[in-house]
């Protein structure tokens, strides 16, 4: 298919693919994103950075075919750089490499398992190896490649076009979004950094520590200094990136805002009562308060908010010694996303009704330890709350407020 391509530097092309129908990709609650892939031409090599979905490589090729002829070069791609191999940025690999067949593909060494699994007519294909340091020249441009382990996956890389100070970055700095621009600039900040934060909650937490010692390394290297353009593959081009690397640092150490999140089911609305008590304890200490009321809410937006929040308020009525069966989505959730205590440290209260037993509370309150939560007090009452109780959790609230401020 025609498609075009967009310059971003003297050489420099965008060649992804635009995938405007997604709205869920592995759980991740979305409206559209893009496979971001990047043409370098050097002066002796041509280099493709990152692939892109099943389904998508007719908008690739077509973008390849504009980029070259705007470059004014015979159609060959000699290098495929590899920064991650999930199916959303290989997919289109294998066929580049029968349409190109001297290429030379570059990856990290864990990435070469995961790629002759994925395409098992490429099991003699000589795959090259490249770690942190190492550098491939293609005439007039160079790259350096750091190696970016569990930034997200064990295979992920990054890859630094020298001369140009551009950071392929892979999913790191990425936004699941589509729109017709491509650059940082074009955007509200707001819509952009909401984006990326949600990115972030939802496929970077549970790589906070690792965000920070990389950026360290990235800094030891040389490279941060040089960098003046971050292109993830996933959104738009980033051209002020100390905007998103100053928010990743952010992020990836618990700075937060003096903000509390809500995240609660209700029976006969006891659980709900308790909820909205605590809440008014929690804003009279001044707090920002986000309710997540679990029937219409969903996991990707909570966790956007519990990324900059100091502490969350989580609640559920008892059911047959169990939490309400809408909570097992969350506590799945956050048992994936392991909110680290040293780096993130965030506090919890979990609260409910209950009718004879209970067992809710101490089961989220457990649940919740195991995913790094610090439990700062667990609270339930019998059948519906009264005025008594409500000054409790309205105490509640306020306490917990209190024990956050900076
Ligand atoms: Fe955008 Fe890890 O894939």
């Known amino acids: 298919m025609m498609a075009d391509s967009i310059k971003i530097a003297d050489g420099v092309y965008w060649v992804g693919a635009l995938d405007w129908d997604i709205r869920d990709y592995h759980g991740y609650k979305l409206n559209g994103t893009t496979y971001n892939c ?29 980029a070259f002829q705007k470059e004014n070069r015979e159609l060959k791609i000699d290098i495929v750089i590899q920064n991650h191999i999930e199916m959303d940025h290989i997919h289109s690999l294998y066929e580049i490499i029968q349409k190109f067949p001297d290429v030379e593909v570059y990856s990290s060494t864990r990435a ?15 795959i090259k190896t490249v770690k942190t340091g190492d550098s491939l020249d293609i005439g007039c441009k160079s790259f350096t490649f750091v190696e970016a382990s569990m930034l997200h996956w064990p295979d992920s890389m990054f890859t630094f076009l020298n001369e140009d100070g551009i950071l392929f970055s892979n999913d790191a700095f990425g936004q699941h979004i589509c729109l017709s621009e491509r650059f940082d600039y074009e955007l509200s900040n707001g819509l ?50 100390e905007e998103i690397v100053n928010a990743y640092k952010k992020w990836a150490t618990g700075k937060c805002k003096d903000k509390i999140t809500f995240i609660y089911d209700t029976m006969h609305h006891s659980t709900r009562k308790m909820a ?21 809410d969903e996991r990707s937006n909570i966790v956007t908010d519990v990324l900059d929040s100091k502490a969350i308020c989580l ?16 506590i799945f959730y956050f048992n994936c996303l392991r909110f680290d205590r040293t780096s993130l440290n965030k506090k919890a209260v979990v609260f409910g009704s209950k009718g004879w037993g209970g067992g809710a509370v101490k089961k989220l309150s457990n649940d919740l330890e195991q995913s ?18 409500l000054n409790k959790c309205y105490e509640i609230g306020k306490r917990l407020a209190q024990s956050l401020k900076d």
């Open 315 to 330: 609640g559920s009525p008892t059911i047959m010694n169990n939490p309400f069966p809408s909570l097992g989505d969350i």
């Open 38 to 66: 990047y043409l370098v031409f050097g002066s002796n090599k041509v280099a493709l950075i990152d692939n892109v979905y099943p389904g998508f490589s007719p908008q690739l090729l077509g973008r390849i075919k504009d």
């Open 192 to 241: 952009l950094m909401k984006n990326a934060k949600k990115f972030f909650a939802n496929l970077i937490t549970p790589s906070s520590q690792i965000v920070v010692k990389k950026l360290d390394e990235v800094g030891k290297l040389g490279v941060l200094d040089k960098i003046k353009m971050i292109a993830p593959s996933h959104g738009q081009i980033w051209t002020k990136p």
């Open 276 to 296: 909205h008590a605590m809440i008014e304890g929690v804003l009279s200490e001044g707090f920002e308060v986000k309710t997540f009321f679990l029937h219409p």
């Open 112 to 126: 070469v398992s995961g790629i002759k699994n994925l395409f098992p007519a490429l099991e003699n294909f000589e």
């Open 372 to 389: 790094g939560f610090e439990i700062f007090e667990e609270y339930d009452v019998f059948n519906i709350p009264h005025e008594e109780e």
